[in-house]
């Protein structure tokens, strides 16, 4: 636990430094702040009705919960490196968001997720720079942006694949994305 701690306090000093940002404006969420933001995340999205790949985790493949699904906007083929570049078309540009780094597990055995607090174009430089650094040599991480009213989520995964749920979200420029990829 303490190794884990020591690393997301490494992480966002590393991306805070990195970017010049504020902490205001990119930080990572404290205990139980975490925990009461991660449940309401996972009570909202994650589909536990199935026996085997539950939870968040698996969310950005095997789908959300049948509830959140009602409003499932689509899954883009993306390309990883630049996507997000995309995001003020898709979200509102003023927006504060919650940005979770997915580092494995599943529902049974604990899914562990590193939670922070971004403005949108902090967020943006931030994923810019963790494509560079392979998130600072950690690997190519899947990850997820949520509405701070829990409103929609957008899911990338390690098959560069975007998914959109919600509302409030507007994913059509992902689509001219694609086609100006062939």
């Not at 205001?24 to 975490?34: A, E, T, V």
């Not at 995340?41 to 026996?51: C, G, P, R, V």
């Not at 078309?89 to 599943?106: A, E, H, N, S, W």
């Amino acid at each position: 636990m303490r190794k884990q701690q020591y690393l997301i306090n490494w992480f966002e000093n590393e991306i805070i430094e990195t970017c010049h940002f504020s902490k205001s404006r990119f930080h990572k969420l404290r205990n139980q702040q975490w925990k009461n933001v991660y449940q309401k995340i996972a009570e909202t999205f994650a589909d536990k009705t199935k026996t085997w790949k539950n939870g968040l985790h698996w969310a950005n493949i095997n789908g959300y919960n049948p509830k959140s699904m009602k409003h499932f906007l689509g899954c883009y083929p993306v390309d990883y490196a630049t996507w997000f570049y995309h995001l003020p078309q898709i979200i509102p540009k003023d927006t504060m968001v919650y940005f979770l780094i997915d580092r494995g597990g599943d529902w049974y055995t604990g899914e562990h997720f590193w939670l922070f607090e971004s403005c949108l174009s902090e967020l943006i430089k931030a994923l810019e720079i963790f494509h560079k650094t392979a998130f600072f040599n950690l690997g190519f991480l899947d990850y997820y942006i949520v509405s701070k009213k829990f409103k929609w989520i957008i899911g990338l995964n390690h098959h560069d694949i975007v998914s959109v749920v919600g509302e409030g979200c507007n994913p059509d420029c992902l689509l001219s994305y694609k086609a100006n990829k062939k």
